[in-house]
């Protein structure tokens, strides 16, 4: 059974900067895309950053392109979301997917089997 953790949430100042963390087990070689996806309070869930681990390709949303990195550490099977520049607009509960068959949009959720329950980070300006 797949299972996603998320944690390093919290709250920052405008210009602060967070790391999130996905744990993964039950995955096994069956993993083809993890990603941290978004949501704030009345706003649809959006893509931010998606990683193919096969390969290392990397894909970012415009507005986080430059300030997230995403990561991960295959061995300890960790997802990492290095956040810098935050925003006031950053605010929303973080979400760990991961995808076991190849997408078309990495960054839609459209795709993604496995979710985490989500961090909340909080960005005040």
């Known amino acids: 059974q797949v299972q996603l953790v998320e944690s390093g949430g919290g709250s920052v100042q405008a210009g602060g900067f967070l790391r999130l963390s996905c744990a993964a087990s039950?995955?096994?070689?069956?993993?083809?895309?993890m990603a941290w996806f978004r949501q704030a309070p009345g706003r649809e869930r959006e893509g931010v950053a998606a990683i193919y681990p096969g390969g290392g390709s990397t894909y970012y949303a415009a507005p986080v392109k430059g300030r997230f990195t995403i990561s991960q550490d295959i061995a300890q099977s960790t997802l990492y979301l290095q956040m810098s520049s935050l925003k006031p607009e950053d605010t929303a509960a973080y979400y760990c997917a991961g995808a076991t068959e190849h997408q078309i949009n990495p960054l839609s959720p459209i795709g993604y089997s496995y979710w985490g329950k989500g961090t909340l980070v909080s960005v005040s300006s």
């Open positions: 039950g995955y096994g070689s069956s993993r083809k895309y």
